[in-house]
């Protein structure tokens, strides 16, 4: 089982990013940490961008490779990594869709916040399993911040 | 000419955790194509299976995107650097009706009477009064009101979709009683649709139904499907069920898919915008008469029920937005054994109507496309008698055998007095019993299996064998009417 640790203020701020762009999707960055030994993910912080679809801004979410190029150097300055990515889905539950699978791959979380009517009803985190077959819910867990 | 490629991190699991991975080529595609050499596992995680780099893969040399570049046919001198980019995208489930009403305030109120008609689903907070308005807002279109057509309009007009088609043509039988719960002895012999239309209305008078009294088919099922958010299949045949899942598949509609056969049921949701269709599962359709229709298998009249009422809890899920819709997955029911299975389903990227390249873009001859039935078995005009010749003949105390090819069950419900009883699939083996000099007149349900008898006796050598045209059903049209129709 892999696990997702995140602070409850990160989290929170991943939820707030979510609620304020509905009805539209919101999209981030999870910087931090993948242990393999342990299966676990620790976020250290978020880093919210915003949506760059022109179109279909309610389901589709679009992060260039521009902007994930200088999240990847911005995570590498900290001596992290992108660790994986959340977004929202706007009236739909918080499971990942087609379209998210064909987008996506093993080795990171995806973070998916489901908003309902402009309120936060659910948020649950996925991996990708390795023959791209399905998405694995893992444990999210919350700590408070270490500073 | 040898260039370093630099691995993403999640991918390093598939590099032996190398973060970068020297290889050679003198193009960026025949160095992409050296990496997936040397580590294969990272093949379907680059490209689809129709070998195109994935959509949301960006390659940079030196920074530079190859796309602004010569694309994969862009050229590298030794000591360049490789990077693989990905763009994140992502997002919800399609676009329908009750999903671009985003503002609930666009949806349409409920009153008084009507919050006193759902209120054990108002008081749920996963339906509540928002996920009851996108229930008044939405579109359902149920294929047949039959078996799986009944649980499906009542329990979807009973949970206030407000606008519910419904498409048959049929005329209510008897022998659709034991299933089809929309229907009471006074509609014996009403078309169906006008049946099922005043059932539901005397049910909920809130919301609107509309009949379809049309044979769908390839000429209006797009039209008649544009309207609606969602479609249900409660279809009994193969034509029909190619035809709503293409038509689905077309207008980028969630098909919600159920079929019976005797204790056995199916369920699952096609929606090719989103996952797998009905051809992801069965490309091509069974040969003509392989798979029985309910009316000469039987069905375990409960089963519809059950069926039906999955799918109707799935079209509600759809709508409501609520829980693990049935996308991706089939389940399996089967009532003897009271046993659940779930498969797991995979698009096809090769499907010929929902995948990237489809090479069907149209509606086509469903009858065709699942073959015609298969030939009616006949025998010569000679070789045949008619029920009250038989009569006739038996009256007259002339030697002869009446030989039942039907199943015992049916030789239970009834039969021809002093007639001998040898299913069809065991008169090969049985042959012995009968006496090739002797008159043999076979019988059947309709006459179909007992021309195929006579014409297997008559190559055996039984030259005295006779059909009875029409079966026990013209004998007892015809002849006896105790004898009871099936």
Redesign the interface.
Known sequence: MFTLEITAGDLQAVREHAAASY?E?C?GFLIGR?N?ATALTAVVRVLPVSNERQE?R????????ET??AA?KEARALGL??AG?Y?S?????A??????R???????S?VIVSV??GRVADTRSWRLS?????FEEEEMFQKEAAS | MSVTIQIPTPLRRFTGDHGEVAVDGATVGEAMQDLTRRHPALQRHLYADDGALRSFVNLFLNDEDVRHLQKEGTPIAAGDTLSIIPSIAGGAPGVTAWETAREVDSLPQLSPAEIRHYSRHLIMPEVGTAGQRKLKAAKVLTIGAGGLGSPLGLYLAAAGVGTLGMVDFDVVDESNLHRQVLFGRSSVGRPKIQAATDRLRDLNPHIKIVPHEVRLDSSNALELFRDYDVVVDGTDNFPTRYLVNDACVLLGKPNVYGSIFRFEGQVSIFWGAQGPCYRCLFPEPPPPGLVPSCAEGGVLGVLPGIIGSLQANEVIKLIVGAGDPLIGRLVLFDALKMKFRELKLRKDPSCPVCSDHPTQTGLIDYEQFCGIEPHAETVEAAFEISAPQLKAWLDEGRPLTVLDVRNPQEWDICRIEGSTLIPLPELQDRLGELDPASTIVSLCHSGMRSARAVNFLRQMGYSRAINLAGGIEAWSVQVDPSVPRY
Do not use: K, Q, T
């Open positions: 009805p999707e999209c993948f393999a279909s309610h389901n589709r979410y679009l992060i260039s490779p994930v190029l990847n990594d992108v990515y977004h889905h706007p009236d739909h539950p499971r990942p869709s087609e379209f998210d064909d987008h996506a791959w093993p080795g990171l995806y309902a009517g390795d023959d791209r077959e399905r």
